[in-house]
Structure formats: C-alpha cells, structure tokens
C-alpha cells in the first residue's frame, strides 16, 4: 500500500550547505568591513554574517589606546570588528554550555581560539615587536578578552569553575 502524509508544521528550519570562503576573504571581512556595521563573512549567508553591535563599538572606544601603544593606526571602526568578530566566535563555542559549568582551561582555550581568529593584522603586528614588548601586548589583549567573554558567558548562562580567575590559562 501507498500512504500519503502531509506536513503543517507552524515554524520550520531549511538547513543547507554553503560554501566556505577562502581564510583571505574572512580576514578582509573583518579588517576591512562593508560599511563598518556588517561582517559578511560568506556571501550574505545568515549563518555566518553577524554586525558590529553597540558593546563591541563601546568596548573598543574604552580600550583603543592601550591597543594604538602596539599598532598605532588602529582605528576604533577596525576594533569593533575585532571585537564584533571575536564575540561572534565566543558565543559559537560556549552557547552549546548554557545552563551548564566549564572549567576555567576549557574557557580560557576557547578565549585563546576567538583572539586569534578575529584580531588578524594586530596579531600579525605583535609578532613584528620586540619579544618582550609582543608578550606584553599579547598579555594586554588576553586580559581584555577574557574579561569581554566572563560578560558573554554571564549572559549567556555559562558559569566557569575557576582556577586562577585573574589570569588566562594558555593552552600547552
């Protein structure tokens, strides 16, 4: 026999496969931005477009002078994206955690993750310093990032179990 059966449902998801944009073109999205306020990152695919939002513009007013004593021509558009892209990559790790309690090294990787596939040119320009002055400027940027993902946690739920609250955990 055939049977014959109808879906309604009231809301519904398509998911779909796009395809995945050169690591050059993410970098560009994220150092050089459309307009400012849009990180595009595949083409006008939801998934994986995000904006620069209010407390990414904010934060990056706050801390863009501790940023210019490493690279003088960052500009506050340019960290926004920074921190626009670094709050995107965050959220995508720890949003699976909701409700839950992760361990401080589990949080802190993927603080260390997030900082290194959003600040491109600034990381890039770190290593071109003095060691000393690059594991400063390296240390600046961790604190600050941590500091931005204990409030993105907090929002989202996520509590960490702590074990040197002042101080980011490096992955070995």
């Known amino acids: ?17 796009t395809p995945v944009r050169e690591d050059e073109h ?25 904006t620069v ?27 926004s994206r920074y921190w ?15 409700g839950e309690k992760i361990d401080q090294r589990l949080f802190d990787l993927i603080v260390h993750i997030s900082l290194h596939s959003s600040f491109f040119s600034f990381t890039e320009r770190l290593l071109g310093l003095a060691e000393v002055r690059s594991e400063a400027g390296a240390r600046m940027m961790a604190y600050i990032g ?7 946690a907090k929002r989202l739920g996520v509590r960490v179990l702590w074990h040197m609250p002042a101080a980011l955990m490096q992955p070995n």
């Open 84 to 98: 626009a892209a670094f709050r995107n990559s965050v959220e995508v790790y720890i949003i699976r955690h909701a």
């Open 1 to 17: 026999g055939l049977e014959v059966s109808f879906f309604f449902p009231n809301n519904w998801l398509l998911f779909y496969a």
């Open 53 to 79: 939002e209010h407390c990414d513009e904010e934060l990056a007013r706050r801390v863009r002078e501790d940023f210019a004593k490493y690279d003088a021509g960052i500009t506050t558009k340019r960290l």
């Open 146 to 152: 941590q500091g931005y993902a204990k409030a993105l």
């Open 26 to 50: 993410v970098k560009h999205s994220i150092e050089k931005g459309a307009d400012g306020l849009a990180i595009d990152i595949n083409n006008g695919h939801m998934s994986a477009s995000y």
